[in-house]
């Protein structure tokens, strides 16, 4: 008696059936893993440190011919009585070779900072730390922002504390 195909022999039928959960299951597996790289590769979430670095006009997609850009260390964005974003930023420079303040200047296209101002209360009120009274105030035209350059006393050419303060869209 001839037994065709699987019939005859059950341990067949059962290795097959577990082949194609496996198959299944490997399937779903590389879709699920396809699917997840394609959701990485996207932008990620825009952040407040993002959004106040836009307010302050020095997020890295507003230059990019220039090929860098400098990332802060504190960022805070809030909102002034009328409901506009006011952003205040604190970028540290450690002025090795590669970052200095005049590279900072030179990557978001500002002058040299001129005479000493007094620090935004908000501003200082608004980043954590001690933040110093005053700072040697960038002289830039945009309006609604303000940077002052604070010069490390460690020694290092080149090294300063930046800060910002800008408010508009």
């Known amino acids: 008696m001839a037994t065709g195909g699987l019939g005859g022999k059950p341990w067949r039928r059962g290795l097959l059936g577990a082949f194609l959960v496996l198959c299944v299951a490997v399937t779903v597996g590389c879709v699920w893993w396809g699917v997840a790289a394609f959701l990485r590769s996207g932008h990620p979430p825009e952040t407040d440190t993002d959004r106040a670095e836009r307010v302050a006009g020095l997020d ?49 296209d500002l002058p040299q900072p001129g005479a000493p101002g007094p620090l935004p209360a908000d501003l200082r009120a608004a980043l954590p730390g001690d933040e ?36 508009g869209v």
């Not at 006011?86 to 900072?104: E, K, N, P, R």
């Not at 490390?152 to 303060?165: H, I, L, N």
């Open 60 to 108: 890295h997609e507003q230059h990019p011919a220039k090929g860098r850009y400098y990332v802060p260390k504190d960022a805070v964005l809030a909102r002034a009585a009328d409901g506009s974003p006011v952003a205040y930023l604190h970028y540290g420079i450690d002025g090795d070779d590669d970052a200095t303040v005049d590279d900072f200047l030179d990557t978001y």
């Open 132 to 167: 110093p009274a005053e700072g040697a105030l960038v002289p830039e035209g945009r309006a609604g922002r303000q940077i002052f350059v604070v010069k490390r006393p460690s020694g290092r050419r080149g090294a300063a504390d930046v800060y910002v303060r800008a408010s």
